[in-house]
């Protein structure tokens, strides 16, 4: 079962190093290595599904995949920003009246 375990974690070691390495070829404008690391990624996946029986983890459920972040927000955006007007508390609506 160690040996199943350890498995596992090198196929998703794999799975995380070659998504670094496509974001990386991406930022550096690199399209078709950043594509062949993305093959990479859909191969070690395939395997990790066949050796465990599951689907391949999404990209927003792995652990090393920071969150997008964008990367520029909107200037108005932030606590103080309200969308929606608020409705009326009702003890104001009665002091209206």
């Known amino acids: 079962m160690t040996d199943s375990l350890?498995?596992?974690?090198?196929?998703?070691?794999?799975?995380?190093?070659?998504?670094?390495?496509?974001?990386?070829?991406?930022?550096?404008?690199?399209?078709?290595?950043?594509?062949?690391?993305?093959?990479?990624?859909?191969?070690y996946q395939e395997m990790l599904q066949d050796f465990e029986g599951i689907e391949p983890p999404s990209p927003g459920d792995d652990p090393f995949d920071p969150a997008m972040v964008p990367k520029h927000p909107y200037p108005n955006a932030g606590a103080g920003a309200i969308a929606?007007?608020?409705?009326k508390a009702e003890d104001e609506s009665e002091s209206e009246q």
């Open 84 to 87: 929606l007007p608020l409705p």
């Open 6 to 43: 350890e498995q596992a974690k090198q196929l998703m070691n794999q799975i995380a190093t070659w998504r670094n390495r496509a974001a990386m070829a991406k930022k550096a404008g690199l399209s078709d290595l950043e594509q062949q690391a993305l093959d990479h990624v859909s191969r």
